[in-house]
């Protein structure tokens, strides 16, 4: 077994565990549930759930990865042996999550090639994104291009790979981020009817709470939709904090670390929405607003060609942000799945686990990517939703064995190794741990409760 790398210093894991935490669905959910849920209130809701539910999930995972020094799959087992059974369920995640996150990456890839190549007109046309990826060869091209970009840097390894990668990219996706969020800004429009818009009208729709018609049930709801978002953008229950963990030195000020991972995945999904919302309120209105792919490859493209010749420049800088933000997930992904074939058998050199994960990951893809033409069906989930292949690996793992793991999780620590563990792991390096007492609160009771209900939603019981 290789001698085990660590992280240089504390920036190269922030910005790493930075990265993992920044993806996709901070750009294109996040906006929309803030926009749906009363702007300002969703927001508020939000920052209240990261500095209590969110911390103590990204804590709890991070600290169990220092401490055992292991992958997710081995880490759970060598806090309770009885407990390797949870190592399995939080290596699957990313298993599954792989394949069909760089069939998202190729579509990403194919729009900034549009945009560069002056045909971002042409992706603002009706039909042209499912033309796309109901193709036969280019999703599966782009596809193929993302999957290897993020797998040579995983080959690379922890040092060489994430870290020296994760310095580069990482400023550059905020710089791109602040830039497009800025000239959203500063658009105006008036349309037909004489009625002009505003970017900075837009901004005051996306941060002042609309608290017109709020019920109980609707405030409940408010609660839930930024609890799961929280949760599926943090990257926790998915391996990854965990591996990352692993490669932190013992004497690193994990407290500081901690806190820079929030305040960084916070600010980028606050920013995202500064991006996307006063764009589409000055050319939609209040009605233009869409969630996932439809606001990505279809709303927002639009909106690009109506901006004219300045259009095609913020297309540009817009998909290479988003492009950055994928592949630093998609890396962390697949460290995650590396780490543990490597941890846990002896015989697997990094070369040989990323490449096997590679050609497994390739073959899963193009399922996926078969999904939308030969292999198409639609299936209706407990949700509500209906979806196909890429859909159902989703729910799968995003709905159903997330949740799970992060419960099973909170009990471990909660209740069987004891909150005791995990704090004194982070004062390791004589550094104190703030918010202590809410550690021990959220671990024990309320996370389990709050993640049992969002369970319960995703199985549509609730």
Not at 452 to 460: A, I, K, Q, T
Request: hydrophobic residues 55%; proline residues 3%; charged residues 15%.
């Amino acid at each position: 077994m290789e001698k085990r790398k660590t992280f240089g210093g504390s920036l190269g894991f922030v910005l790493a565990a930075a990265g993992s935490a920044v993806g996709l669905g901070n750009i294109w959910r996040f906006p929309y549930l803030a926009a749906r849920d009363g702007g300002g209130l969703f927001l508020v809701i939000y920052i209240i759930l990261a500095l209590t539910f969110g911390f103590t999930l990204v804590t709890a995972e991070i600290a169990i990865g220092r401490k055992t020094k292991q992958s997710p799959l081995t880490a759970y087992g060598k806090l309770n042996k009885n407990w390797t059974w949870l190592g399995w369920i939080s290596s699957i995640v990313p298993f599954i999550i792989l394949p069909y996150y760089c069939v998202i990456g190729g579509w990403v890839l194919k729009y900034l090639i549009a945009f560069l190549t002056g045909h971002g007109i042409d992706a603002a046309q009706e039909g042209y994104f499912t033309n796309f990826i109901t193709s036969k060869g280019e999703p599966l091209i782009m596809m193929f291009i993302f999957l290897f970009a993020v797998t040579v840097v995983i080959y690379l390894g922890v040092n060489k790979g994430i870290e020296s990668f994760s310095k580069v990219i990482m400023p550059v996706l905020l710089v791109l981020v602040v830039g497009i969020a800025i000239f959203s800004l500063t658009i105006t429009k008036t349309d037909d009817a004489g009625v002009t818009r505003t970017g900075l009208q837009g901004l005051k729709y996306y941060i002042i709470p609309n608290l017109d018609g709020l019920t109980v049930k609707k405030f409940f709801n408010v609660v839930m939709d930024a609890m799961g978002q929280l949760f599926y953008s943090l990257s926790v229950a998915m391996g990854i904090l965990i591996a990352y963990g692993s490669y932190v030195k013992d004497d690193a000020n994990l407290p500081r670390s901690i806190n820079q991972i929030e305040i960084f995945d916070t600010l980028v999904a606050f920013l995202a929405g500064v991006m996307i919302i006063p764009a589409v309120y000055v050319f939609s209105g209040t009605d233009g607003m869409a969630s996932g792919p439809s606001l990505m490859f279809v709303a927002l493209p639009k909106i690009f060609a109506s901006m004219g010749k300045a259009g095609t420049i913020v297309g540009i800088i817009f998909f290479a942000m988003v492009l950055f933000a994928a592949i630093t997930s998609a890396m962390s992904v697949l460290e995650a799945i590396v780490s543990g074939m490597i941890d846990s058998d002896k015989r697997f050199s990094r070369g040989k686990a990323v490449i096997i994960e590679f050609i497994v990951s390739l073959a899963l893809a193009c399922l996926v990517c078969f999904g939308y033409n030969d292999l198409y069906f639609e299936l209706k989930l407990p949700n509500g939703a209906v979806g196909q292949i890429l859909d159902v690996m989703d729910y799968v793992s995003n709905s159903i064995l997330m949740p799970i793991g992060a419960i099973a999780t909170c009990i471990l620590v909660g209740w069987v190794i004891k909150p005791k563990t995990i704090i004194d792991e982070v004062e390791k390096s004589g550094d104190k741990m703030g918010r202590k007492r809410l550690f021990t609160v959220m671990i024990k009771y309320i996370a389990p409760v709050c993640l049992f209900v969002l369970l319960l939603m995703s199985l549509g019981i609730f």
